[in-house]
């Protein structure tokens, strides 16, 4: 078992930046590939960007690429989300997960593990 615990949301004007942390405890971290979703009011939960257990590979979606970056600290157990250059449309709950042993999927069925979210809203 792992927990996740996500840090560093809160209000930001469109433009702005926000780096999220997400705290991992529990268990070796480098063994799980880790993940950022997020899940706007009224919507689904999206899938935003995800690392590889070593952190030398990551994906994003379509709508974060250029702006976000994903990176992680092996060595303190923490995964980072930097996002710049804001929109309103990035207003949401951001949830970090874990995926044991795996290759950084996009799909959150494949992520057993998830924190309780952080809530970041971008205002225009």
């Known amino acids: 078992q792992v927990q996740l615990v996500e840090s560093g949301g809160g209000l930001v004007q469109a433009g702005g930046s926000l780096r999220l942390s997400c705290a991992a405890s529990?268990?070796?971290?480098?063994?799980?590939?880790m993940a950022w979703f997020r899940q706007a009011q009224g919507k689904e939960r999206e899938f935003v960007a995800s690392?590889?257990?070593?952190?030398?590979?990551?994906y994003y979606s379509n709508s974060v690429k250029g702006r976000f970056t994903i990176s992680r600290d092996n060595a303190n157990n923490t995964v980072f989300l930097q996002m710049n250059n804001l929109k309103s449309e990035d207003t949401a709950v951001y949830y970090c997960?874990?995926?044991?042993?795996?290759?950084?999927?996009?799909?959150?069925?494949?992520?057993?593990?998830w924190g309780q979210g952080t809530q970041v809203t971008v205002s225009s």
């Open positions: 690392i590889s257990r070593s952190g030398n590979n990551a």
């Open positions: 997960a874990a995926d044991f042993r795996g290759n950084a999927p996009a799909s959150r069925n494949a992520y057993e593990h």
């Open positions: 529990g268990r070796t971290f480098s063994n799980y590939a």
